[in-house]
């Protein structure tokens, strides 16, 4: 097998995975990473995560040009802004997980900050999330969203919407995503009870020892 094959396979691996433990339902969410040679392979327009073809992904060659497979996702706008903002992005999801999007909802949710600090691992793997504002789908003012935060944040929750990660690979861009929707579930476990969250030297001491990108 090829690189590219064996990159084709792990994104519809990856995919039907999410699908099917419930991340994301229907023809819901989308999924990108570079090519080998520099280019995208996309997940296709209104296609389930759950029966992803290979053979039938989106190619984009490194000049951005659409050169093989199925019309990509309408959210290529906001794959894009990640791309071009973040130099070490190498692939992109996006979802609709339920807990996430419910905690989108809240009135009271930072929205420089989205997620609560109740572990250590949503620090790890995202640093800080930004709340963007609602956007029809497809509207690529999501995109020029993302551009404003000039490559600070690898990960924006869209309000009644859903999570986007931008990560090295598209394993770590999956298991960021997914460590999102994780904390967003305690977060809406614990609403109203008041748990112990992390201090903030907690947290800074997280940051420092992990090296992480900490936008502040």
């Keep these: 097998m090829t690189e590219e094959t064996l990159l ?3 994104i519809c691996t990856l995919a039907k995975s999410m699908f099917d433990r419930g991340l994301t339902g229907g ?15 996309v997940s ?4 389930s995560f759950g029966r992803l073809d290979p053979a039938r992904l989106s190619r984009f060659d490194a000049e951005g040009r659409h050169v093989d497979g199925d019309r990509p996702t309408k959210e290529m706008p906001l794959h894009s802004a990640f791309y071009d903002t973040r130099s070490q992005a190498g692939a992109v999801v996006h979802l609709h997980s339920c807990h996430a999007v419910a905690l989108s909802m809240m009135p ?7 997620l609560p600090p109740l572990t250590p691992y949503g620090i790890m793997q995202l640093g ?5 504002p609602f956007f029809r789908p497809g509207d690529p003012a ?8 000039a490559g600070k ?8 919407h859903g999570p986007v990660v931008a990560g090295k690979d598209v394993e770590a861009a999956c298991n960021a995503i997914e460590e999102l929707e994780a904390t967003a579930r305690l977060a809406m476990l614990t609403r109203g009870l008041s748990p112990r969250a992390l201090s903030e030297a907690q947290v800074q ?3 420092t020892h992990f090296n992480i990108e900490w936008d502040t």
């Design 142 to 149: 999501m995109g020029e969203a993302v551009r404003g935060l």
């Design 27 to 41: 023809s819901t969410g989308n999924i990108s990473s570079r090519t080998p040679d520099g280019g995208l392979l």
């Design 205 to 207: 001491d997280v940051v």
């Design 153 to 160: 944040r690898s990960a924006v929750m869209l309000a009644n």
């Design 108 to 114: 009271d949710v930072d929205e420089d900050d989205f």
């Design 8 to 10: 084709r396979e792990q």
């Design 128 to 132: 800080r999330v930004r709340l963007l």
């Design 44 to 47: 296709p327009t209104g296609t």
